[in-house]
């Protein structure tokens, strides 16, 4: 296991700018404004040849109760019990404050070894503010501007010994199990499958994911939209390896002023982008709302592979009643992912996870099925038969050929003349074909009309002029004869 570096420190002194300079990308929200991570993010770090895992926190703050930066601190708490290391992170432009004090003594007092960082120290005004963390009594502070990059040698002469022999203690470890090998002799590791949750503010996608996990792993709460940056968390899941992305609750467009929450949105349109799977959750008191319906419809257009949960199914009280009039909705408001799994759920008691995540396997099987060429001509010339294409201007539309190009969602492609001219109509006609007969419900199916013009590769070429030269030959030529 690799070795987990958690950054701790007050609001606004840099930790997600640090966070993003070790991972060497911009995963985590970035804004002047203080607190704006709230969730615990872990990402791959990249130190000169040091490899590490590097978490980022939300700021401590001097809250013990159930608010929301008390729970906030009591989510970072936690994160330093679970990590290898702490860097403490203080700001070297503001100078040590009575909050540096506090947490500088629960930290002390905590088994994780601890270092300390002073951030904002590039130039002189940062001086004062390095010098004076030495009296937090953490040992020698590390001068670092993580917007600049520098301090990072620095850092990484401090870690080495730790991350050094934390892989030692990995390997040992290792040489004490039995590895499951496969025939061929090696270890059978299957990728994960990444799912992305998305939907409106408070639908409880944070809790949902926190049941799953079986640990409160997210920030959650009464309060809508505490989510701010999607959080990617790892899990087995019965067997099946999954990456899950809890991404911030989506509003209208119009209501999205704020420019934090215009970053909370690109972040989870981004997570939708990379997902496998989409799970979109609703609210059982007021489903399929308009902007639950753009969220799906978003979806489909990126190609997802799309599953509709319902979610606080425990305070429904008539149920099959109510499981009707959702099913019948679904129809009719989102006719572009039919036959697309639909599953209730309680994430507060974990009713219906069994078989969420049935339909999570099983819409991604369909989402990367393919079908042999053979078995879909035969399968077009029933459907020419049965419902012959149109015959604009008198001239018959031929569908000659079909095959698949590819998956993930299943794309297709049929041969046929006059393309531009065949109607929507009949392509749904198809498209439909395909979901029932091929057993394809719900996921997005991408079907292209070309000409065997499109596919001739000199059909743009201009006619070569012969030279004069060849003009001369064939002169001479018709003269002897």
């Known amino acids: 296991m690799s070795f987990v570096l958690a950054i701790v420190g007050r609001p606004n002194v840099g930790k997600s700018t640090l966070f993003n300079r070790l991972v060497g990308k911009r995963l985590a929200l970035v804004d002047d404004q203080p607190g704006v991570t709230r969730d615990l993010r872990e990402g791959a770090a990249r130190l000169g040849d040091l490899r590490f895992t590097v978490m980022d926190t939300a700021g401590l703050e001097d809250a013990n109760d159930d608010s929301l930066p008390g729970r906030m601190r009591r989510l970072t708490e936690r994160a330093v019990e679970m990590a290898d290391a702490c860097l403490f992170l203080v700001d070297a432009r503001t100078g040590i404050t009575p909050t540096d004090e506090v947490f500088a003594d629960i930290l002390r007092r905590s088994?994780?070894?601890?270092?300390?960082?002073?951030?904002?120290?590039?130039?002189?005004?940062?001086?004062?503010?390095?010098?004076?963390?030495?009296?937090?009594?953490?040992?020698?502070?590390?001068?670092?501007?993580?917007?600049?990059?520098?301090?990072?040698?620095?850092?990484?002469?401090?870690l080495t010994p730790h991350i050094e022999a934390a892989a030692t203690k990995a390997e040992e470890a290792l040489t004490d199990l039995d590895v499951e090998e496969g025939e061929d002799g090696e270890i059978d590791r299957s990728k994960p499958l990444q799912i992305a949750v998305v939907g409106r503010p408070n639908a409880g996608k944070s809790t949902l994911i926190n049941k799953i996990l079986g640990e409160d792993r997210l920030l959650t709460g009464p309060e809508a939209g505490i989510t701010r940056d999607s959080i990617a968390v790892q899990i087995d899941w019965d067997g099946q390896p999954m990456r899950i992305f809890d991404t911030a609750g989506m509003r209208k467009k119009a209501r999205v002023q704020?420019?934090?929450?215009?970053?909370?949105?690109?972040?989870?349109?981004?997570?939708?982008?990379?997902?496998?799977?989409?799970?979109v959750l609703l609210d059982a008191a007021i489903p399929f709302?308009?902007?639950?319906?753009?969220?799906?419809?978003?979806?489909?257009?990126?190609?997802?592979?799309?599953?509709?949960?319902?979610?606080?199914?425990?305070?429904?009280?008539?149920?099959?009643?109510?499981?009707?009039?959702?099913?019948?909705?679904?129809?009719?408001?989102?006719?572009?992912?039919?036959?697309?799994?639909?599953?209730?759920?309680?994430?507060?008691?974990?009713?219906?996870?069994?078989?969420?995540?049935?339909?999570?396997?099983?819409?991604?099987?369909?989402?990367?099925?393919?079908?042999?060429?053979?078995?879909?001509?035969?399968?077009?010339?029933?459907?020419?038969?049965?419902?012959?294409?149109?015959?604009?201007?008198?001239?018959?539309i031929k569908l000659r050929y079909m095959t698949?190009?590819?998956?993930r969602p299943p794309g297709f492609v049929v041969m046929c003349s006059l393309p531009e001219k065949l109607p929507e109509s009949y392509s749904r006609y198809l498209v439909n074909g395909l979901r029932e007969d091929f057993d394809m419900p719900g996921t997005p199916i991408r079907l292209h009309m070309r000409s065997q013009a499109d596919a001739n590769p000199y059909k743009d070429r201009k006619k070569s002029t012969p030279s004069r030269l060849n003009k001369h030959i064939r002169k001479g030529a018709t003269k002897k004869s």
């Open 404 to 407: 698949q190009a590819k998956t």
């Open 111 to 158: 088994d994780t070894p601890v270092f300390l960082g002073a951030n904002k120290a590039e130039g002189k005004a940062g001086e004062a503010g390095a010098l004076e963390a030495y009296s937090l009594g953490l040992g020698d502070p590390i001068a670092l501007s993580a917007e600049h990059g520098e301090g990072m040698a620095e850092l990484a002469v401090l």
């Open 258 to 279: 704020e420019k934090l929450e215009k970053l909370s949105v690109s972040d989870g349109l981004r997570a939708v982008k990379f997902a496998e799977v989409v799970v």
């Open 289 to 396: 709302e308009q902007q639950d319906l753009r969220i799906a419809d978003l979806a489909e257009r990126e190609g997802r592979a799309v599953v509709v949960a319902v979610n606080k199914w425990d305070i429904e009280d008539n149920k099959q009643e109510k499981l009707r009039d959702l099913k019948e909705a679904f129809g009719r408001l989102l006719p572009q992912l039919r036959g697309a799994p639909l599953v209730t759920v309680s994430a507060k008691t974990g009713r219906g996870l069994d078989r969420l995540q049935a339909a999570i396997i099983r819409a991604n099987e369909v989402w990367n099925r393919r079908v042999s060429t053979s078995l879909l001509n035969r399968w077009l010339a029933d459907m020419v038969e049965a419902h012959p294409p149109p015959a604009p201007s008198g001239r018959r």
